[in-house]
T-cell receptor, first 116, second 110 residues
Framework: DVKVTQSSRYLVKRTGEKVFLECVQDMDHENMFWYRQDPGLGLRLIYFSYDVKMKEKGDIPEGYSVSREKKERFSLILESASTNQTSMYLC???????????????FGPGTRLTVL | KQEVTQIPAALSVPEGENLVLNCSFTDSAIYNLQWFRQDPGKGLTSLLLIQSSQREQTSGRLNASLDKSSGRSTLYIAASQPGDSATYLCAALGTYKYIFGTGTRLKVLA
């Protein structure tokens, strides 16, 4: 079974703190994604990565950065946390075969971040 | 720009009913469509993946169909149980990324 893990289930941080959210997958997937989920807005893509050291902006990258130094690990960084970044953060991964119709997305359990 | 819509936003049914959840997408150029289940405060669990060349997929009491020409997918749940209570989301894989619907919140009453 594919397993995607996230470093914390719940986090409480203060405004202005630097926050690291980590995601690890054990299926040798090339593609990894960070989303945030807010009531009424659904899932929104923050950043994705299709290879080590590669990253692409999603729909809402402002205020975030990412790091992918190893294939299995994708980190989301909030450089200076703000209250409007209080949200559920979800990490996902997929393989990157030549036939994209087989790409199945697998999610981690989520991190509920509260910024005070 | 791809848009994915799920109607209804919420649904409440008595135990044992068969039910259908709907997912509509505006751009038929998709690679696949995936259905997920999400329990409160948890991540998304993959239920079914339908490739663009397929018409349907089945897993246990779940059956998902795909009609690309009309931009629709349905998730059929047979003999619903209280344990099926959750939010169900669909996601369409386009050229670069997945586009998610906002989900249908299902409550199955015992």
């Amino acid at each position: 079974d594919v397993k995607v893990t996230q470093s914390s289930r719940y986090l409480v941080k203060r405004t202005g703190e630097k926050v690291f959210l980590e995601c690890v997958q054990d299926m040798d997937h090339e593609n990894m994604f960070w989303y945030r989920q807010d009531p009424g807005l659904g899932l929104r893509l923050i950043y994705f990565s299709y290879d080590v050291k590669m990253k692409e902006k999603g729909d809402i990258p402002e205020g975030y950065s990412v790091s992918r130094e190893k294939k299995e690990r994708f980190s989301l960084i909030l450089e200076s946390a703000s209250t409007n970044q209080t949200s559920m953060y979800l990490c996902a991964s997929t393989s990157a075969g030549t036939d994209r119709s087989y790409n199945e997305q697998f999610f981690g359990p989520g991190t509920r971040l509260t910024v005070l | 720009k791809q848009e994915v819509t799920q109607i209804p936003a919420a649904l409440s049914v008595p135990e044992g009913e068969n039910l259908v959840l709907n997912c509509s997408f505006t751009d038929s150029a998709i690679y696949n469509l995936q259905w997920f289940r999400q329990d409160p405060g948890k991540g998304l669990t993959s239920l079914l993946l339908i490739q663009s060349s397929q018409r349907e997929q089945t897993s246990g009491r779940l059956n998902a169909s795909l009609d690309k020409s009309s931009g629709r997918s349905t998730l059929y749940i047979a003999a619903s149980q209280p344990g099926d209570s959750a939010t169900y989301l669909c996601a369409a894989l386009g050229t670069y990324k997945y586009i998610f619907g906002t989900g249908t919140r299902l409550k199955v009453l015992a």
